[in-house]
């Protein structure tokens, strides 16, 4: 069964529409990239899979189920710009992952926080932006959830944390599991990728493996990318 | 899960009103020593240091009235419908017991809020002539006299009375926050302008309400149903009923209208 799966899925803002008519289907044992320029609905299409939003039309499915309680058992979500609880001490955040969701691996979790030498009672608000990232990643990636959603995991942060960004995301995840990253920095994510999708103006206009398009057209998907949305 | 939503509910909003409620316990304290031995000095510095004292005290009794209110709002407004939301909404858990959680919890709050009020007069008042003075007063045993005498005339039931009136006012609590929920789960709903349609739709509701309670009110079948032969109790108990049944109602539309807008509604851009 498809862990996520989209029939005729649309979502307009007022009269604007973010999303048009898109259908897609996605098999879990991936990490597959959602691509696309600025604004082309990869944000829409997260929080649609979310319950965040709910569709004008059409239907989004999570491992078979409309977005609800069920569902965010199993999908661990990263949001695109930091969203936990700034007074919360790490402790505290701790424990309400631990206490929301039977897949939380605090023990994992520990210790990567323990890796970047973050203190178990400093707060949120004292982190800087960079570290905050990096421990809402750390929630996200130690549940062993069936599905994981990354909305742009690697946007406004410095390289090195993006290599530790994508490392905690390839060491963490289950390999059962499906790893959607939304991006327009291809480069930096074209190694972990085993798929992709490119997005524009709310429809798919690729779903293909990265060998695939490595074979067949011959170039990067990075280069894929820029030929496919030259401006 | 419920009780897990309160309990990070509890940890979240204690932060806040544990401190609140010191703030005022301590200068209701200095209050009863400026009283003491403050004000009642002919020297200015001392009676002025009273008299801020007194005015520290007044200020946060009221502070923490409102702020219980305002606690209850922000509260709801930062988890839900701020960033915070994108991780409220995403935990295994129905938008009813998210709902739930807040409405029990702010509740809680302003029962405690009135203990801690109340306590803090008794903390500025405690064992000072002015308040032996009044319990010593003819005015005073009067009072208690025709307390007395309502009691036996009217076979007036206090502990009847005084259970019915909690239930409404803990009753009425919960209505109150529904109210704000309520508007703010509509106003948000909207693409633009979330928070001043929030506040339109508060007074939108408050019009409605006035204006529904009003038509029902007029309505003579309605003022019968209090005159009707009955004695001074049961009158009592059948508009305590009747008080409590509108109470009911009221905070089931709003609830069913913030569930309803969180669930198919929800709108966080």
Same mark, same amino acid.
């Given at each position: 069964?498809?862990?996520?799966?989209?029939?005729?899925?649309?979502?307009?803002?007022?009269?604007?529409?973010?999303?048009?008519?898109?259908? /897609? &289907? =996605?098999?879990?044992?991936?990490?597959?990239?959602?691509?696309?320029?600025?604004?082309?609905? !990869?944000?829409? +299409? @997260?929080?649609?899979?979310?319950?965040?939003?709910?569709?004008?039309?059409?239907?989004?499915?999570?491992?078979?189920?409309?977005?609800?309680?069920?569902?965010?058992?199993?999908?661990?979500?990263?949001?695109?710009?930091?969203?936990?609880?700034?007074?919360?001490?790490?402790?505290?955040?701790?424990?309400?992952?631990?206490?929301?969701?039977?897949?939380?691996?605090?023990?994992?979790?520990?210790?990567?926080?323990?890796? /970047? &030498? =973050?203190?178990?009672?400093?707060?949120?608000?004292?982190?800087?932006?960079?570290?905050?990232? !990096?421990?809402? +990643? @750390?929630?996200?990636?130690?549940?062993?959830?069936?599905?994981?959603?990354?909305?742009?995991?690697?946007?406004?942060?410095?390289?090195?944390?993006?290599?530790?960004?994508?490392?905690?995301?390839?060491?963490?995840?289950?390999?059962?599991?499906?790893?959607?990253?939304?991006?327009?920095?291809?480069?930096?994510?074209?190694?972990?990728?085993?798929?992709?999708?490119?997005?524009?103006?709310?429809?798919?206009?690729?779903?293909? &493996?990265?060998?695939?398009?490595?074979?067949?057209?011959?170039?990067?998907?990075?280069?894929?990318?820029?030929?496919?949305?030259?401006? | 899960?419920?009780?897990?939503?309160?309990?990070?509910?509890?940890?979240?909003?204690?932060?806040?009103?544990?401190?609140?409620?010191?703030?005022?316990?301590?200068?209701?304290?200095?209050?009863?020593?400026?009283?003491?031995?403050?004000?009642?000095?002919?020297?200015?510095?001392?009676?002025?240091?009273?008299?801020?004292?007194?005015?520290?005290?007044?200020?946060?009794?009221?502070?923490?009235?409102?702020?219980?209110?305002?606690?209850?709002?922000?509260?709801?407004?930062?988890?839900?419908?701020?960033?915070?939301?994108?991780?409220?909404?995403?935990?295994?858990?129905?938008?009813?017991?998210?709902?739930?959680?807040?409405?029990?919890?702010?509740?809680?709050?302003?029962?405690?809020?009135?203990?801690?009020?109340?306590?803090?007069?008794?903390?500025?008042?405690?064992?000072?002539?002015?308040?032996?003075?009044?319990?010593?007063?003819?005015?005073?045993?009067?009072?208690?006299?025709?307390?007395?005498?309502?009691?036996?005339?009217?076979?007036?039931?206090?502990?009847?009375?005084?259970?019915?009136?909690?239930?409404?006012?803990?009753?009425?609590?919960?209505?109150?926050?529904?109210?704000?929920?309520?508007?703010?789960?509509?106003?948000?709903?909207?693409?633009?302008?979330?928070?001043?349609?929030?506040?339109?739709?508060?007074?939108?509701?408050?019009?409605?309400?006035?204006?529904?309670?009003?038509?029902?009110?007029?309505?003579?079948?309605?003022?019968?149903?209090?005159?009707?032969?009955?004695?001074?109790?049961?009158?009592?108990?059948?508009?305590?009923?009747?008080?409590?049944?509108?109470?009911?109602?009221?905070?089931?539309?709003?609830?069913?209208?913030?569930?309803?807008?969180?669930?198919?509604?929800?709108?966080?851009?």
């Amino acid at each position: 069964m498809a862990i996520l799966e989209c029939n005729e899925l649309v979502k307009t803002y007022g009269h604007a529409p973010a999303l048009d008519h898109l259908n /897609l &289907s =996605i098999e879990p044992g991936h990490i597959l990239g959602l691509l696309g320029p600025n604004g082309s609905g !990869k944000t829409t +299409l @997260i929080k649609l899979a979310n319950g965040l939003l709910t569709p004008t039309s059409g239907q989004v499915l999570v491992n078979g189920a409309v977005p609800g309680k069920d569902t965010h058992a199993i999908v661990s979500y990263l949001p695109e710009r930091t969203c936990i609880p700034l007074w919360m001490s790490t402790r505290k955040l701790l424990d309400f992952y631990q206490d929301f969701y039977a897949d939380f691996r605090r023990d994992r979790a520990e210790e990567m926080l323990q890796h /970047l &030498s =973050i203190r178990m009672d400093q707060t949120i608000r004292q982190m800087s932006k960079g570290t905050r990232e !990096k421990v809402q +990643l @750390i929630m996200v990636m130690s549940r062993a959830a069936k599905l994981y959603l990354l909305d742009e995991p690697i946007g406004g942060v410095d390289p090195a944390t993006r290599d530790y960004i994508l490392n905690t995301i390839i060491n963490n995840y289950d390999p059962e599991a499906a790893v959607i990253i939304s991006t327009h920095l291809i480069a930096d994510v074209e190694q972990v990728l085993d798929e992709v999708i490119f997005i524009n103006q709310g429809q798919v206009i690729l779903q293909s &493996s990265v060998d695939q398009i490595r074979e067949e057209k011959g170039m990067s998907v990075d280069a894929l990318f820029r030929e496919v949305f030259k401006c | 899960m419920l009780r897990k939503l309160m309990k990070h509910e509890f940890r979240a909003t204690a932060r806040i009103m544990g401190p609140l409620f010191l703030i005022v316990l301590v200068p209701a304290l200095a209050a009863n020593l400026a009283i003491r031995f403050l004000l009642d000095s002919d020297v200015f510095l001392p009676n002025l240091l009273g008299g801020l004292l007194m005015a520290a005290f007044v200020i946060g009794m009221a502070s923490l009235a409102i702020m219980s209110i305002v606690l209850m709002v922000n509260r709801f407004r930062t988890n839900l419908m701020g960033d915070e939301g994108y991780v409220t909404f995403t935990l295994p858990v129905s938008s009813h017991q998210i709902v739930w959680s807040k409405i029990i919890v702010s509740t809680v709050w302003f029962i405690a809020t009135g203990i801690v009020e109340a306590l803090a007069l008794l903390v500025c008042f405690f064992d000072l002539d002015v308040m032996r003075n009044i319990f010593n007063s003819y005015y005073f045993h009067q009072a208690l006299q025709a307390l007395h005498e309502l009691v036996k005339r009217y076979g007036l039931n206090v502990p009847a009375i005084a259970i019915e009136l909690i239930v409404f006012c803990l009753l009425s609590c919960a209505v109150l926050c529904l109210e704000f929920y309520a508007a703010m789960a509509v106003g948000h709903s909207f693409a633009n302008h979330k928070g001043a349609l929030s506040v339109l739709f508060f007074f939108v509701f408050q019009f409605a309400l006035q204006f529904i309670s009003g038509l029902l009110f007029n309505l003579d079948e309605f003022q019968n149903m209090f005159y009707t032969g009955m004695n001074g109790m049961q009158d009592f108990h059948q508009m305590m009923a009747v008080l409590i049944g509108m109470e009911l109602l009221i905070g089931a539309v709003y609830y069913v209208v913030t569930t309803l807008m969180l669930k198919k509604r929800l709108n966080l851009q």
